[in-house]
């Protein structure tokens, strides 16, 4: 912690914040103290009387870490507080309806890089506006269902210490719980299918199609205005989310059998009664595959003409430990259209869950040949076996989803003169891996796969559901974000960003807090106010979370006083013969 008490003294220097990117000279010493402590700190509170040109420095700052290349966002916030006043309804778009107050900072940035140059448009393609009191945006409902270390929970059941997984699919710690009280709620459906139920102030981190093809990175936007939006004026799903970096990492867990074999055996096996356990293919690239991956003194021995047995070969008194693992399992005994993947093979490290794929895909599944892009599906008479696929998929940082094809009699079919009936649906998953993720293992089908489209998530609807009790959590991750349902991946507002708070006398102590708990990595922010001119009815918080946080390592605190006022001479008179209340 640093806490500058600037000098009487006025002084004037040539030197610039930053050369490289625009040119500013120090108005006094208090200006070159706050330049020094934003150097310094991760957290810098400017506290001074109006004119003292706190939120001039500020976007000062902001504006040299983004043109030097340190930042890469720019976020501007700050209380909306009427002062009084009656606006009543404010026509034009979100950002429309909040520009006019954040006009002074407008102010600042044609001043410092000018309205119409290489600097500002530069600054203008990183600027995000997130009015303080949208930053909660990721209050879910209790009922969500979140991956965690131990499987499953609902959002309502997490607890500070629990762990979830962040965007790059590392496990990271609960920190807070807050509940958020009932609110609004919102269905949120994406092009793979997948859907997530949040609070209609949720915040997504979103590209528009024009955002892209203008080759602009995601921002954040408002739930209430992507809802206006969610298809272009050509019927065109217009919002993409990010996709998780890396495969989800569980924990790992010994599986009584291997998972490559698991994998082919709910593909293509039998186990549905006591007698030997079979495999029905006749692909010799599989049935080697599958050699390399049987248990000690077990073979695969010819049972009839498309189907090989899985036989122990000594009599030890402990049994074929394939059925021993299917009994575990609780797998065996089931038909094809009750088949599932265990639960311990779903939530295992990355390399069971990848095998007990490639086991499936080698089995049931099917990749196009002959495009420059590979079309990947997986069939199923099982709907629990082909959701589990989708939940492989997804945990492994792909994007997949399914639909029924209804029975019909003329899907019959004669096979070698015989009659094949079909009894079940059947399920058709679609499937799109992220880069350098083969989800095939015998060549045959290996060899086929070529690079895909890239896997992407569009928002398709957005749909007003309910009313519902509601909490947000804070994690320990270094960009503060987690997974939620189907590993769909929050926004990050604050990653490599300086956040501006300007006017924060007009805060809570409530969104003080908010604001600077929504910090992430790589990100500085700086905190300007005069706790004299707060628009708030009654108790100020600024001057009291200031006090609480001079001995917090990484804060920087700097005040200002009248001589520092650099507007017109007669300000600082003013406030010197302005009646005391």
Not at 102 to 116: K, N, S, W
Not at 215 to 236: A, L
Not at 372 to 399: C, H, M, N, P
Not at 460 to 479: N, R, T
Request: glycine content about 6%; overall charge positive.
């Amino acid at each position: 912690m640093a806490r500058k008490s600037a000098g009487n003294e006025k002084e004037r220097t040539s030197a610039p914040l930053s050369r490289k990117a625009f040119h500013l000279e120090w108005k006094n010493s208090s200006q070159k103290i706050a330049y020094m402590a934003f150097e310094q700190h991760d957290v810098l509170f400017l506290v001074g009387p109006a004119g003292s040109a706190k939120t001039h420095l500020a976007v000062a700052f902001a504006c040299s870490e983004v043109l030097t290349k340190k930042k890469k966002k720019i976020i501007l916030s700050r209380p909306i507080v009427e002062a009084g006043e009656k606006l009543g309804f404010l026509p034009g778009t979100f950002e429309e309806k909040i520009n006019p107050y954040l006009m002074p900072i407008f102010d600042c940035l044609d001043t410092i890089v000018g309205r119409d140059t290489m600097e500002r448009n530069k600054v203008n393609q990183c600027l995000e506006i997130v009015p303080i009191a949208y930053m909660r945006g990721r209050a879910e409902p209790l009922n969500n269902l979140i991956s965690t270390l131990s499987g499953v929970r609902k959002m309502g059941d997490l607890n500070v210490g629990d762990y979830v997984f962040g965007s790059n699919g590392q496990p990271t710690k609960i920190t807070g719980v807050y509940p958020q009280g009932v609110k609004k709620i919102c269905k949120v459906t994406f092009s793979d299918k997948s859907s997530v139920n949040c609070c209609e102030d949720h915040l997504w981190s979103t590209r528009t199609l024009s955002e892209k093809r203008h080759n602009k990175d995601f921002s954040v936007k408002e739930t209430k205005e992507i809802f206006k939006c969610v298809k272009n004026k050509w019927g065109h799903k217009n919002h993409e989310i990010p996709i998780v970096s890396s495969p989800v990492s569980f924990d790992s867990k010994e599986v009584p059998i291997n998972p490559y074999l698991l994998g082919v055996l709910l593909g293509d096996g039998c186990f549905s009664t006591n007698a030997s356990v079979t495999i029905t293919n006749v692909s010799e690239d599989l049935l080697s595959e599958v050699r390399q991956t049987l248990p000690e003194n077990m073979t695969l021995s010819p049972n009839k003409e498309i189907s090989y047995r899985l036989s122990y070969n000594i009599n030890n008194g402990l049994g074929n430990p394939v059925k021993k693992g299917l009994r575990q399992l609780n797998l065996f005994g089931l038909k094809s259209s009750c088949k599932f993947v265990p639960e311990i093979y779903k939530f295992n490290k990355t390399d069971i869950r990848l095998e007990t794929l490639r086991g499936l895909m080698d089995t049931d599944g099917w990749v196009s040949n002959g495009s420059k892009k590979s079309r990947i599906q997986y069939y199923s008479t099982s709907k629990d076996l082909a959701l589990d696929v989708v939940f492989l998929i997804q945990s492994l940082g792909g994007v997949a989803h399914f639909k029924k094809r209804a029975f019909l009699e003329n899907d019959n079919h004669y096979y070698k003169n015989k009659l094949i009936k079909h009894i079940h649906s059947l399920y058709v998953v679609e499937v799109v891996m992220p880069p350098n993720i083969n989800p095939f293992k015998c060549k045959t089908k290996a060899n086929l796969y070529l690079k895909q489209a890239r896997a992407k998530r569009l928002i398709s609807k957005i749909e007003y559901i309910s009313q519902q009790e509601c909490q947000c959590i804070s994690v320990d991750s270094d960009d503060k974000l987690y997974l939620t349902e189907s590993f769909i991946v929050t926004h990050n507002t604050f990653h490599d960003s300086v956040v501006i708070l300007d006017e924060a006398q007009n805060s809570t102590e409530e969104q003080l807090k908010l604001a600077m708990t929504r910090l992430g990595l790589n990100s500085k922010m700086v905190i300007t106010g005069d706790p004299t001119q707060s628009d708030l009815k009654g108790d100020v918080a600024l001057p009291r979370v200031v006090a609480s946080m001079k001995t917090v390592a990484g804060i920087g605190i700097v005040e200002f006083n009248e001589s520092h006022i650099v507007r017109h001479p007669l300000v600082a008179d003013i406030l010197a013969a302005w009646p005391s209340k």
